[in-house]
């Protein structure tokens, strides 16, 4: 299954996270990790006396369910120190299924398409950086949403693998 996860981190070396998460993800049971975005610094989507955040996204191919690829996500956010301190607020590492294939999923433990994919810059340019022409179900299609999401406050970094 062509999956794709976004990640974003504001604590502990953000940038150095997203780097060994992508390695943890490219090591995941039942899974390859197939291509990744660059590097995205933002500032604070909510409470803003928090550090900036970087972001990424990354496709992989799996057979593992959403809920499993779900708990698997969650333990390595545990395996990087996560903790959740307050609601929106800062984090070592935050690991979201977007898409899974074009699946949709709504029930207590997963939303899929991720909720915020298409209104957050962070999100949605990394994914088209990957993606452009696919079709996020009951949205439409990646760059064509990038169209009516303002990106002036994300700044794209080096690519660095
Ligand atoms: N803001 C940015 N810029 N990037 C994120 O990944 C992010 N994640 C979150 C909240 C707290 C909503 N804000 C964010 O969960």
Request: a negative charge.
């Amino acid at each position: 299954m062509r999956v794709f996860i976004g990640l974003g981190s504001n604590l502990d070396d953000p940038a150095a996270q997203l780097e060994s998460a992508l390695q943890a993800l490219d090591a995941l049971t039942e899974s390859q990790l197939i291509q990744r975005s660059s590097l995205y610094k933002s500032p604070p989507m909510g409470p803003q006396d928090q550090p900036d955040y970087i972001n990424a996204v990354a496709e992989i191919d799996t057979t593992l369910s959403a809920h499993e690829l779900l708990a698997q996500l969650q333990a390595l956010e545990l395996a990087h120190g996560r903790t959740r301190r307050r609601h929106w607020g800062e984090r070592t590492l935050d690991l979201d299924i977007l898409l899974y294939e074009q699946l949709q999923i709504a029930d207590e433990t997963l939303t899929i398409p991720h909720t915020g994919i298409a209104v957050r810059p962070f999100v949605l340019y990394p994914l088209a950086e990957l993606a452009p022409n696919l079709c996020v179900p009951g949205r439409g299609n990646i760059a064509e949403l990038c169209l009516q999401c303002p990106a002036d406050q994300l700044e794209k970094m080096e690519k660095t693998l």
